[in-house]
């Protein structure tokens, strides 16, 4: 028998995919869930190069350690979900999101982090934590409404994009041609676990589009999940070259000032449909495109 003294902490990570070494390197706080005094001090010398200008640890039991990291998440999720919640009243009302989010974010009681919308979140932390915060509640009998409708609201708001191409072209677009910018979940990373881009790519598949797709770096990753179901192009001009419609659905940096005259001029139908806000619409429509945005 092996006699080794030991004791348990939970400590939950805080990075953000595509930005973990500056997460880590500066964190907002560290959490650790123990009991154990012992525990403690070799987690206060594990973290002490990381905490000597901002004394930034957070000690609980191991329950609240973990409940802590499940509910930041859900909490970021419930804010993007509730504006793209308001971002479609908006539309329907004549409102402009991007004034109601800059008043909105104005608050300091709520401020202007994770209040962009768009076509829904994705990755492999938000949906996961959500759908495991709901589990738990209902595992200890309760129901978690306010996750649940989260969920929800981000299911349908996957599907908008396509919405609104239809509306475009009055339901026919079979046989259209459709551009797809962006694959991965969000900018700097290659994941598409739960992205937009595989909702949005099944349903044209399914309603008989042609679809061709880019991404800097998730191409790979796409071929790895869906093969050669759709076209891939080389970059994002060879994507829109006789498209009917372009979709953005991830802002990753270079797709933010494309040449618009040249995207204009090698387009079969010049229709942009904006997932993320990112574009100026007063500058689509001098520049000839039909343009839709959240």
Request: glycine letters at 6%.
């Amino acid at each position: 028998d092996v006699d080794v003294e030991f004791d348990v902490a939970s400590n939950p990570e805080f990075l953000k995919e595509g930005a973990a070494i500056k997460d880590f390197m500066s964190p907002d706080r560290i959490v650790v869930g123990t009991e154990s005094q012992r525990a403690r001090q070799i987690m206060d010398k594990l973290y002490k190069p990381f905490t000597l200008n901002h004394y930034r640890m957070i000690y609980t039991d191991i329950p609240s350690a973990e409940m802590i990291k499940y509910a930041s998440n859900a909490m970021l999720a419930t804010r993007i979900s509730f504006m793209n919640e308001i971002a479609n009243l908006c539309d329907l009302v004549g409102a402009d999101v991007n004034m109601v989010r800059q008043g909105i974010g104005s608050d300091s009681r709520i401020g202007n982090k994770f209040l962009y919308p768009g076509c829904g979140y994705g990755g492999s932390c938000f949906p996961k934590d959500v759908k495991a915060l709901i589990r738990t509640a209902s595992d200890n009998g309760y129901v978690m409404s306010i996750l649940q409708a989260v969920e929800n609201v981000n299911n349908r708001q996957k599907s908008i994009l396509f919405d609104k191409l239809c509306l475009v072209f009055d339901g026919d677009i079979k046989d259209k041609t459709i551009a797809v910018w962006g694959l991965a979940f969000k900018p700097e990373t290659d994941d598409m676990r739960e992205a937009t881009s595989l909702v949005v790519i099944d349903k044209l598949l399914a309603a008989g589009c042609s679809v061709k797709v880019y991404d800097p770096i998730a191409m790979d990753e796409c071929r790895r999940r869906i093969g050669n179901s759709v076209m891939y192009a080389d970059n994002m001009y060879d994507a829109a070259e006789g498209a009917d419609a372009i979709l953005l659905i991830t802002e990753w940096k270079e797709f933010r000032m494309p040449s618009w005259s040249r995207v204009r001029q090698i387009m079969k139908t010049p229709v942009i449909i904006d997932g993320r806000n990112i574009y100026d619409k007063n500058e689509m429509s001098e520049n000839g495109f039909v343009y839709k945005h959240i």
